[in-house]
């Protein structure tokens, strides 16, 4: 079975795409962990934010995460979020390999995502620490993350 690994910047995204991403993220976030929340956060068009995801056969949306630039006091950095697999195609390596894309992309910027707690140890294998104390997100149980930034980028040796 191929799967194929897709990006697109917000303004690229056909309505289509944008559906069936939004459509897997109520899937997973809303129905199946039982956790009403605004969903539709304004984030998703923005011209900054980028959508990963991939797609089976019949273009079947398997796997998505959002990466947005931020600029936290006009300091360049990227954000994770939204990061969801369909239960059917879980354990397969496919958050990995949009970890990987994304994070490919964000270079030696430093990265941030709030984390599921009990997935606290997954995102430490793609080089994110812990950068604060658990919190509730609507009901469950999270951490934020950071993936510093690299010496090259700081101007550090």
Not at 20 to 33: A, D, G, P, T
Not at 124 to 141: A, S, T
């Given at each position: 079975?191929?799967?194929?690994?897709?990006?697109?910047?917000?303004?690229?995204?056909?309505?289509?795409?944008?559906?069936?991403?939004?459509?897997?993220?109520?899937?997973?976030?809303?129905?199946?962990?039982?956790t009403?929340?605004?969903?539709?956060?304004?984030?998703?068009?923005?011209?900054?934010?980028?959508?990963?995801?991939?797609?089976?056969?019949?273009?079947?949306?398997?796997?998505?995460?959002?990466?947005?630039?931020?600029?936290?006091?006009?300091?360049?950095?990227?954000?994770?979020?939204?990061?969801?697999?369909?239960?059917?195609?879980?354990?397969?390596?496919?958050t990995?390999?949009?970890?990987?894309?994304?994070?490919?992309?964000?270079?030696?910027?430093?990265?941030?995502?709030?984390?599921?707690?009990y997935?606290?140890?997954?995102?430490?294998?793609?080089?994110?620490?812990?950068?604060?104390?658990?919190?509730?997100?609507?009901?469950?149980?999270?951490?934020?993350?950071?993936?510093?930034a690299?010496?090259?980028?700081?101007?550090?040796?």
């Open positions: 079975m191929t799967i194929a690994l897709r990006r697109s910047w917000a303004k690229d995204l056909d309505a289509r795409t944008l559906y069936e991403l939004l459509k897997l993220r109520v899937e997973v976030f809303v129905v199946e962990q039982a009403p929340y605004p969903e539709l956060d304004g984030r998703d068009l923005l011209a900054e934010t980028r959508h990963f995801w991939l797609e089976g056969p019949g273009s079947d949306v398997i796997c998505t995460l959002r990466l947005m630039e931020e600029h936290p006091g006009g300091e360049k950095a990227f954000r994770i979020g939204r990061v969801c697999t369909k239960r059917s195609a879980r354990g397969h390596g496919h990995t390999r949009l970890l990987q894309a994304a994070l490919a992309e964000v270079g030696d910027y430093p990265c941030h995502i709030n984390a599921q707690t997935l606290q140890d997954m995102y430490g294998h793609h080089g994110f620490v812990r950068d604060g104390d658990e919190f509730l997100d609507d009901g469950i149980p999270h951490v934020p993350m950071v993936k510093p690299s010496p090259a980028e700081t101007g550090q040796s």
